[in-house]
């Protein structure tokens, strides 16, 4: 009997969102979308997907950018709407907490946007300032409350209150192009990735004090928390992937991926994830056993990956 499982993916270059059947990696449907699109984040039921239309080819590309979030029908397959975040331009980082608010990063602007009912209402309910230069990634509370948002040119993370303009943003300076970022599975800790120092940094998410800071692979761009709560890290310029305990944050193990890792995703069922590579492949990777293989063959520059068990 097939895996229930399927794979949704942003595909840059094929200016696309596409879904995998995991099990035989069959394309179920592809989205076509304006250039460009990059991050993207699910709703609770799986039903609708949020993609950022960053508007031009890397975050190194001059260019204003785009300015909206195209809302996928995950059932229909088909691009159905969009959410504006203008005068706010290349919108790149997303999250979406339990009451399913869709938060937009505007990397141009440095402004974090809110839209309380994304699927009524297709305007901003609210925007904050971040509190730095060239806002790249950001992780969100479950309840909405605080986002950590990384900047690639001022070099910091800000703990920011996406409701409340008022509250200035607090900052802390860990290494060079922070990018990558995670909470705890109590959200009591912050962990951000340093692509220049290639490091990886422990924050207390409440006062944004510094704990920890530990080497890693070359250009660590992402970090993610697995069910068994390792600490994943793609590391882009070794092609590898660094496994960490989140307290003391030493270094478990690094799987070589040959290719570059862009992201991962865990299985919601098995012990497994998966990792998009700059080959246009997705990777599986055993949690248990650590053997990594190759699971599917996608568009042109995989993105951000989610695995939906509906």
């Known amino acids: ?113 809110t839209f309380d009912q994304p699927l009524q209402q297709g305007r901003p309910s609210q925007a904050v300032p971040t509190g730095g230069q060239k806002a790249h990634l950001f992780v969100i509370r479950r309840d909405g ?27 802390a300076q860990i290494g060079g192009r922070p990018e990558g970022c995670c909470l705890s599975t109590d959200e009591s800790i912050l962990y951000v990735a340093s692509r220049d120092d290639a490091t990886l940094s422990m924050l207390d998410a409440t006062t944004m004090a510094v704990l920890a800071t530990v080497p890693t692979g070359e250009d660590p761009t992402r970090i993610y928390l697995s069910r068994d709560g390792r600490l994943f890290v793609t590391n882009y310029g070794e092609r590898s992937i660094g496994i960490y305990d989140p307290t003391t944050l030493a270094e478990l193990h690094r799987v070589p991926t040959v290719h570059k890792p862009i992201a991962l995703a865990f299985d919601p069922i098995s012990p497994r994830a998966y990792i998009p590579l700059n080959d246009d492949t997705v990777a599986q990777l055993d949690l248990e056993t650590l053997a990594l293989t190759h699971a599917f063959n996608t568009g042109k520059e995989p993105d951000g990956l989610v695995i939906l068990s509906v």
């Open 1 to 113: 009997m097939s895996s229930p499982l399927k794979a949704v993916l942003v595909e840059k270059f094929d200016n696309s969102f596409s879904c995998y059947q995991l099990a035989n990696g069959e394309r179920l449907f592809r989205a076509a979308l304006p250039d460009y699109p990059h991050e993207f984040v699910v709703d609770a039921q799986g039903a609708f997907a949020y993609v950022g239309h960053y508007g031009v080819q890397t975050f190194a590309h001059e260019g204003l950018g785009g300015h909206e979030v195209f809302v996928i029908d995950i059932a229909q397959g088909s691009h159905v709407g969009s959410l504006d975040c203008n005068p706010h331009h290349r919108i790149h980082g997303l999250q979406i907490d339990r009451k399913d608010r869709v938060y937009a990063l505007s990397e141009h602007d440095n402004m974090l946007i």
């Open 145 to 171: 409350a605080a986002a950590y948002v990384t900047h690639l040119n001022s070099h910091t993370v800000t703990r920011v209150d996406p409701h409340d303009s008022s509250r200035t943003p607090l900052s």
